[in-house]
């Protein structure tokens, strides 16, 4: 069984983030920590689907990413960023 804990964690750590940005919405926010997140583990779960020559959807699916990984770059994102 997965800690319970990790949620309040996780929850703090978002918190901290969105109040330095508090102009962005919600999901921005999801889709900023995910693309980053991504960027930094070498495109993981990068989905990119091509629209025509000039224009690209671009997604992230990190439905299998535990957790504590997440976890782990929230933290480092609140020490050396916020």
């Given at each position: 069984m997965r800690d319970p804990a990790r949620?309040?964690?996780i929850l703090i750590l978002i918190n901290r983030i969105w109040t330095e940005e508090?102009?962005?919405r919600f999901m921005?926010?999801?889709y900023?920590?995910?693309r980053e997140f991504s960027s930094?583990?070498?495109g993981l779960g990068k989905v990119e689907e091509k629209v025509d020559d000039s224009y690209s959807i671009v997604g992230f699916d990190l439905f299998?990413?535990?957790?504590?990984?997440?976890l782990e770059f929230l933290e480092n994102k609140v020490k050396y960023e916020v």
């Open positions: 949620i309040d964690e508090p102009d962005i921005q926010l999801i900023n920590l995910q930094l583990n070498n299998n990413l535990e957790d504590d990984k997440f």
